[in-house]
């Protein structure tokens, strides 16, 4: 009963979204975050705001296979963030991240290189080499290469080198059992098979 633009309503959704995601409900979660970015939208809400709606919608989008949805968001976010904070800001590097995982996802590999080349130096100088999110983006520039069908031998060393600079960073900073270590072990394995069979 309370009115359309009651902030305290805005509050429950976004909670209630957030809680549905969480506890794998995410058809469920899908419907309230879409209403809830879409009031956003109507009632004029900061970009801010809208950026945080969007965010939560496009994980739910990834948790619900609906792919391109989820990179089509992760663009816009990327985007929405430069356009408000600028290309060095924590937040824009994050959404970088996410928008080239979904790419990859997609085996958009082109595409998230492309992306990576340009931010992955303003993420090690912004954040720091040890920082998770330089790692994340790193780790996503390797898979871009190895994963790619059309990989050349050079892709594929390139991305060992990638992989094992990172393995050493992640272990270092985060340890052995952090989900991205245990990634990057991964994706070193991964490619240095795949450089066997070429080789």
């Known amino acids: 009963g309370r009115p359309e633009a009651d902030q305290v309503q805005s509050m429950a959704m976004n909670v209630l979204g957030v809680g549905l995601f969480e506890a794998g409900h995410h058809e469920e979660a899908l419907s309230v975050q879409e209403a809830d970015l879409s009031m956003k939208r109507h009632l004029g809400a900061l970009e801010v705001k809208l950026l945080a709606s969007q965010t939560n919608l496009a994980r739910t ?9 989820a990179s089509s968001m992760w663009r816009d976010i990327y985007f929405g963030w430069w356009n408000l904070d600028g290309k060095e800001n924590g937040r824009t590097l994050n959404a970088a991240s996410n928008y ?5 996802t997609l085996e958009r590999f082109k595409e998230a290189k492309s992306l990576l080349r340009k931010m ?7 954040l720091g ?3 998770i999110g330089t790692l994340r983006m790193r780790t996503n520039y390797a898979q871009s290469l190895y994963l790619d069908d059309d990989a050349t031998l050079d892709d594929l060393h390139e991305a060992e080198a990638t992989l094992e600079d990172t393995e050493r960073i992640a272990r270092r900073v985060l340890g052995g059992a952090h989900p991205l270590t245990l990634a990057t072990e991964e994706g070193l394995r991964e490619t ?3 450089l066997r069979t070429r080789e």
């Open 192 to 194: 240095r098979a795949a």
């Open 129 to 131: 080499a040890g920082d």
């Open 61 to 69: 989008y990834h948790m619900l296979g609906r792919l391109e949805e």
């Open 100 to 104: 080239s995982a979904s790419l990859v």
């Open 120 to 126: 992955m130096p303003v993420a090690q100088r912004a």
